[in-house]
Structures are given as structure tokens and as C-alpha cells.
């Protein structure tokens, strides 16, 4: 008779990992501010776009497992959330003209970025696997990425 409270400890015990699970899960989805995970499944950003809108353009981050692109802004490190520009850096090479590393100097992160409104004809994903180039430069000056990609780079 004095089994259901060891029952209650028992599904207690097992169901709050999930629940706490749930909860940061649930967190991350929150649509307010500028969630730096995939708001669909909390997976880091592979990589970023900037897709020209009205006279200017703006910036999304498009997920490393599931693909889903959502808006960002511009000025904030999707790493650790550093939005004082002089410790953005963004560096760019002649030979890729419409992608760019943007760095953060607080946490060494960074991430690139396929500016669309150079190159309209751009798909982010590929030519964040096809600039590795600008990953060992990255890493020569220790910054280091965000999320891998499927190269390990
Ligand atoms: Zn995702
Ligand atoms: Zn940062």
C-alpha cells in the first residue's frame, strides 16, 4: 500500500531530465530578443546570410542540423551575445568577396557570413563548405567557430 509516493519518486526521478529538457527547449523557442540557437531544434548556427532588404540587408543563421534560417541582428556575437562593435571584427579576402568571418574578440568565436546582396546567386551552406580557406585563417588567428562543419572544419 505504501508503493504509490515510491512510484511518485520513481516517475519523479525519471520524468525531470525530460522536463528540464523541455524547459530550456522551450526557453531557446521563445520568440523574444535574438535567440542565437535554432528556434525549431536549440541546434548551434552553421553559418549566416545577408539577404538584402529595402536599401540595406539583413542577417539570419541558418541551423547546423536541421537548416532552419531565422533573423538575427546585426551587431551581437550569436556566441556569447557581445554587441560592442570595436569587439566585432569582420574580415573579409579578395578571392571571396561575398563571404565574410565575423569574429567576436571576447569569446574567439566567430562565424561566417554569405553576404547575398553580393552574390544573389549564393547558397549559404555551400559556400560556407566551399571557403575553407577563411576557417584556416581563422584559426591561425585562434578564433575558433562557432559550430564545425561536415569537413570538421
Ligand atoms: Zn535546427
Ligand atoms: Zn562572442
Same mark, same amino acid.
Given at each position: 500500500?505504501?508503493?504509490? %509516493? ?9 520524468? =525531470? %531530465? $525530460?522536463?528540464? $529538457?523541455?524547459?530550456? *527547449? ?10 542565437? !540557437? ?26 547546423? !542540423? ?5 533573423? $538575427?541582428? =546585426?551587431?551581437?556575437?550569436? +556566441? ?12 573579409? +579576402?579578395?578571392?571571396?568577396? *561575398? ?21 544573389? *546567386? ?18 591561425? *588567428?585562434? $578564433?575558433?567557430? !562557432? ?7
Amino acid at each position: 500500500m505504501n508503493s504509490e %509516493p515510491f512510484e511518485a519518486i520513481l516517475s519523479w526521478l525519471f520524468l =525531470r %531530465p $525530460y522536463a528540464e $529538457y523541455l524547459a530550456d *527547449h522551450t526557453k531557446s523557442t521563445a520568440p523574444k530578443g535574438t535567440p542565437s !540557437l535554432c528556434p525549431l531544434c536549440g541546434g548551434k548556427p552553421q553559418v549566416g546570410a545577408l539577404r538584402p532588404e529595402g536599401d540595406g540587408a539583413t542577417r539570419s543563421l541558418i541551423c547546423s !542540423l536541421c537548416a532552419t534560417e531565422w533573423e $538575427y541582428r =546585426r551587431i551581437v556575437c550569436p +556566441a556569447c551575445g557581445e554587441e560592442d562593435v570595436h569587439k566585432l571584427a569582420i574580415y573579409t +579576402a579578395k578571392e571571396f568577396n *561575398h563571404v565574410r568571418v565575423e569574429a567576436c574578440d571576447s569569446c574567439r568565436s566567430y562565424l561566417k557570413t554569405v553576404d547575398l546582396t553580393k552574390d544573389g *546567386h549564393a547558397v549559404p551552406v555551400v559556400d560556407e563548405l566551399a571557403t575553407i580557406p577563411l576557417d584556416l585563417w581563422a584559426a591561425e *588567428h585562434s $578564433y575558433q567557430k !562557432l559550430r564545425t562543419n561536415v569537413l570538421g572544419l
